[in-house]
T-cell receptor, first 111, second 111 residues
């Protein structure tokens, strides 16, 4: 069966520091991968998605970037965090069908 | 007008009640409909997926889609305290991989 991992689970970072969040998927090949951010009281905002290694589509211009160095690895990065980057970051994958499956999330607090 | 509208709640019901959760959408191109359950500080979990008008049942859960009215519902029978969570609807057009999410309805089932 397929599983999706995210780490770290919780992160507290100062403003201006760099960020690297990692997501890996097991049990499937060539998945579509997604990064979302969920702010309190708001829906899920799609940040990036990828249909293959090195293929990244950005949905929202912002302080973040994404990379896909391997088939089942998706990384969310920032060179300098802003206060507004705080939130709950979720990675998801989808296969040949339409459903997306989410990881456990990373709660980021920027101070 | 938002593409997907969902009442944020909170919705509080007694144990054993039938719960009705709803979303409306504006774009008739949406063809695929999903419901996710999200417990506090966890990633969303896919509950139901459907692509046609009508009802789809899975245990205590029934998903209903009315494409003519652009209205989708999730019914929970014999609700339990363990059903207390935020429920998110998600909708996708016929092509592409991107989902549009509602903001979620917070449900509390009380003993």
């Amino acid at each position: 069966s397929q599983t999706i991992h995210q780490w770290p689970a919780t992160l507290v970072q100062p403003v201006g520091s760099p960020l690297s969040l990692e997501c890996t998927v097991e049990g499937t090949s060539n998945p579509n991968l997604y990064w979302y951010r969920q702010a309190a009281g708001r829906g899920l905002q799609l940040l990036f998605y990828s249909v293959g290694i090195g293929q990244i589509s950005s949905e929202v211009p912002q302080n973040l970037s994404a990379s896909r160095p391997q088939d089942r690895q998706f990384i969310l990065s920032s060179k300098k965090l802003l206060l507004s980057d705080s939130g709950f970051y979720l990675c998801a994958w989808s296969g040949d069908y339409n459903e997306q499956f989410f990881g456990p999330g990373t709660r980021l607090t920027v101070l | 007008q938002k593409e997907v509208e969902q009442d944020p709640g909170p919705l509080s019901v007694p144990e054993g009640a039938i719960v009705s959760l709803n979303c409306t959408y504006s774009n008739s191109a949406f063809q695929y409909f999903m419901w996710y359950r999200q417990y506090s500080r966890k990633g969303p979990e896919l509950l139901m997926y459907t692509y046609s008008s009508g009802n789809k049942e899975d245990g205590r859960f029934t998903a209903q889609v009315d494409k003519s009215s652009k209205y989708i519902s999730l019914f929970i029978r014999d609700s339990q305290p363990s059903d207390s969570a935020t429920y998110l609807c998600a909708i996708r057009p016929g092509g592409g991989n991107k989902l549009t999410f509602g903001t979620g309805t917070q449900l509390k089932v009380e003993l």
